[in-house]
């Protein structure tokens, strides 16, 4: 899956917010400029050496970076020591993407005139474009030393401290950057990237939106205030905002995906298969989107499907630790009478770097479709993946005492237990088995599961234990 998602839907919302704002600083020509030139490339009247600079500026200023390069390239023939004409031509290359001849044409700038500061913030975003984001502190660095009141630098800097995981350093220069800048939309919306990575959803959530009252188009604005407020369990609004996103960006996969996610925490799993349906038709190498949408087809009943899906999530290749996926728990199966016994629950969860997610939940469907053998090999993967998955243990010993291993089964029980002493089902499980096989340890599993929050042992304890 193309990264974007906290880093990855962080990454793609820092990409998209990472848009050049320095300016085009002209300058003033040196005295010494000559009266006429040769003509220049569209024809006509000979002009200046500065009537020349102004007709690249212009020309970039309407985004015709290639021909604004050539009259920068022109004015250079006439003065080949102009550190403005070497700023200007970088900057046009750097939007034409030549990154390694705008560090060129930046480091002439900055030879000829080492004060200049725009030329050390456009080589350190160039250098930033390099993914050589320690290289670009150092111009961003040189630049707040030389315009401390420059927010360009200050944004620019901070964009590359998220990169750098400095997040702290980065919230502070998103600060200065607004204080010099306050209507500064791209701010705000960088600003709200970073006090997600701080968690802190709700100051996420007012700096989104005042990106969005500040430029009502910018779609990351939206998806990134919905993020925020799917971690503050607001689905019905995250939902709401995906949407508005979806509609500025109809190919937006990212918050198509999400808003499938939000869906699914509401229940709607018709509504979140539609999303990760469309998601997957604009980027069908979403692992993430792959793993939903098995798990609503799932909830759906069509498990067969469901686990088509969940072996297509498995081939792709590993998931990203950065993803918000799905986790369920599994139904409580202890002796026929526990099928019903506990309703299952969603959950939001961090994704291991290795598949045991995707295994586990195949795992799950497999053993509804009634593929028992299948199911174990698959908990065997997940736990082989991550050997403190506590649910794998558990729900592994659940389908062991459905074929007669209930020994097998108290032994899983107990791992999980290990895992996660608060495990009020895993006692739960293990004490009906035991006491099933004549063990007097059953009652008190039963009773520590009732004192944990599990009130159906209750139920077990005054028909069985007393």
């Known amino acids: 899956m193309k990264k974007s998602f906290l880093s990855t839907i962080i990454t793609t919302v820092l990409i998209a917010f990472a848009t050049d704002i320095v300016s085009h600083a002209q300058g003033t020509a040196p005295s010494t400029t000559p009266t006429t030139v040769t003509p220049p490339l569209n ?18 200023q309407l985004s015709n970076h290639a021909q604004a390069q050539q009259y920068f390239t022109q004015a250079l023939a006439i003065q080949p020591d102009s550190p403005i004409a070497f700023f200007n031509r970088g900057y046009s290359k750097a939007q034409l993407k030549d990154h390694r001849g705008a560090i060129s044409d930046y480091d002439k700038a900055i030879e000829l005139n080492n004060r200049y500061s725009e030329a050390y913030v456009g080589r350190g975003q160039s250098k930033a474009r390099q993914d050589d984001h320690k290289g670009a502190l150092q111009d961003y660095n040189r630049a707040v030393e030389l315009n401390p009141a420059d927010p360009t630098a200050y944004y620019s800097r901070g964009l590359s401290k998220i990169k750098l995981e400095n997040f702290k350093g980065s919230l502070s220069d998103f600060d200065k950057c607004l204080q010099f800048s306050k209507e500064n939309p791209q701010a705000y919306a960088a600003r709200g990237v970073v006090k997600q990575k701080l968690e802190d959803y709700k100051g996420s959530l007012e700096d989104f939106s005042k990106s969005i009252e500040l430029s009502p188009k910018r779609p990351q604005s939206f998806s990134g205030r919905a993020y925020s407020k799917m971690k503050m369990n607001n689905f019905k609004d995250a939902i709401q905002d995906y949407t508005k996103a979806i509609e500025i960006s109809p190919d937006d996969a990212e918050s198509s995906y999400y808003r499938g996610f939000c869906k699914s925490q509401m229940e709607d799993y018709s509504g979140a298969q539609i999303d990760f349906d469309r998601a997957l038709g604009q980027d069908p190498e979403n692992v993430a989107a792959y793993y939903g949408r098995g798990f609503a087809k799932s909830k ?4 067969k499907e469901a686990i088509e899906d969940f072996n297509k999530a498995a081939s792709i290749g590993n998931i ?37 997610e995707v295994y586990y939940n195949r795992g799950l469907a497999k053993s ?13 993967k997940a736990i082989a993946l991550n050997p403190t998955y506590y649910e794998a243990y558990f729900t592994r010993g659940m389908v062991k005492s459905q074929l007669g291993d209930q020994r097998g089964a108290i032994q899983d029980c107990s791992n999980a237990i290990k895992l996660n002493p608060k495990y009020s089902e ?19 599993d039963l009773s520590k599961s009732g004192e944990l929050g599990y009130t159906g042992a209750y139920a077990v304890i005054r028909d069985y234990c007393n």
């Open 426 to 444: 895993a006692y739960f499980v293990r004490g009906i088995i035991r006491h099933a096989l004549g063990d007097s340890e059953g009652c008190f």
């Open 320 to 356: 990203e630790s950065n993803k918000v996926v799905y986790s369920g728990s599994i139904s409580k199966q202890a002796l026929d009478d526990l099928r019903s016994g506990v309703q299952e629950r969603l959950k939001m969860a961090e994704m291991s770097p290795e598949r045991s």
């Open 300 to 303: 759906l009943g069509r498990v």
């Open 368 to 380: 509804r479709s009634g593929d028992t053998k299948g199911a174990i090999d698959d908990y065997n």
């Open 43 to 60: 024809g006509g009247t000979p002009l200046t050496f500065q009537e020349i600079i102004d007709l690249g500026v212009t020309q970039s």
